[in-house]
């Protein structure tokens, strides 16, 4: 988090702090007195982030003097590669010669599979003849 929102944000609890301890000062005095040491802790914080955001921004000085700023420009981003129309007509065309070749042979097993061999039936007949023998 940046120093200014960590500052922004501790003066608001801070606030809300000494708001909840005016509103305990009647009641509960020992309740009161937590209040005020956190709202004490919470100062203490505040100053340790304003130290160490102050001292950043004096090393941020020192670094933007020292090193002038490039003057190069940003390279530009490549544009988004699109789908030509040639391209998008070549994949439709294979897809629907793969989806051809796929039905004729789906139609030819249906073929194949309707054309079955008829069974035999040569066991009956056997049977009865041995056991027309046995008798």
Known sequence: MKANKALKRLAKVEALMSDVTERYSASAPHIREVLQDAKAA???????????????????ARARQSAPPSKAAPAAPKPKRRLSRAGRAAIIAATKKRWALKRAEAGKAMKAGAKKPARKAAKAPKQAVAQTADR
């Open 42 to 60: 919470v100062t203490r914080a505040k100053e340790a982030v304003s130290l160490q955001a102050s001292s950043r921004t004096a090393k941020n």
